[in-house]
């Protein structure tokens, strides 16, 4: 070999075994920093493992429905708003009652609503040992079955839950008036009836934020139904126009359950995520804090000789 390129050589491989030293080294200050840092969590968890964590999802714990402000919500309506054939998942048939509002009332809870901030407010709630109320104690409604939007009106004016002033009002209403349609309450103006229950709504509330929505789908009445839903973008834009807070739910793709009328369980899921969705778009500042219970309600009912016999149903009503 050549005396000349030994000193070269040796240099060289003295070189690679530093280089093949330095990147072992390093890779052991590597491992090092692994080690410690892998301790330092586990002793960082297990010294919190008995601190709860919140699960709220991402997005949503510092956005709540409304902003912030206290919830007093009004659900309005016929036997879906009183949730009919909805077993909440206990087995007993005295459970049937809740419906959508507990699907509802835990979606708006998973926004960063806390349970003392929503009240459900009406004059129709099971007995206290009934399971629904055990499911959902916060079961207060205005859910009136087999009873059509202007006797639904009547209900809730005679018992004067609105004097409570709700901030939020949730309507399901309609699907009687397409299934009945005598002479004084044609069911081509059923749309005009539910613009009536809006307008009494705010006569008596008129900071409220009402939704109504188009009413699930009516295996026995579906021509009508559609026809029904689609007036009723009109109904809220004209309220809007005016000056009020009224915006519109979609239930039309609801299919109900196997008596062809009231949604499955599944059906009252989805419509609690279809109110969600409408929340969800409620402008910032919209929803106030709910005002004190008055006990005088103002005169804003129709007057006798009105339209769609609405004057003499209620004060029938009013009497009976």
Known sequence: MDQEKQPEIEMHAVRSLTRRKSRRHLLSLALLASTIIVAVLLLFGQSNSHKAVPAVPLGTAFDPIGGGVKLRIMALGDSITAGTVSADGIES???????????????????GVQDADIDFIGSRVPPKDDQATLAMPDNQNEGWPNEKINKILAHVMKNRRLLDRPNLVL????TNDMNDSPE????TQAHLRLGAMVDEVLCQVPEAVV????????DWQQARTDEYNAKLPQVVADRR???YKVLLADHSAITPGPDKTHPSDAGYKQMAANWM???DTIPAGWIQEPQAAVKTANICHSTE???FNWHEEFEQSLHS
Request: without cysteine; proline residues 5%; aromatic residues 6%.
């Open 171 to 174: 309507i399901h209403a309609g």
């Open 211 to 218: 939704i109504i929505s188009k009413i699930i789908r009516n």
């Open 305 to 307: 000789g009105s339209p």
């Open 184 to 187: 004084n309450a044609p069911w």
């Open 241 to 243: 126009k005016a000056g």
């Open 93 to 111: 048939a005295s459970s049937r009652s809740n419906g959508y509002r507990l699907f509802l009332r835990n979606s708006i809870m998973e926004t």
């Open 277 to 279: 969705e409408t929340l």
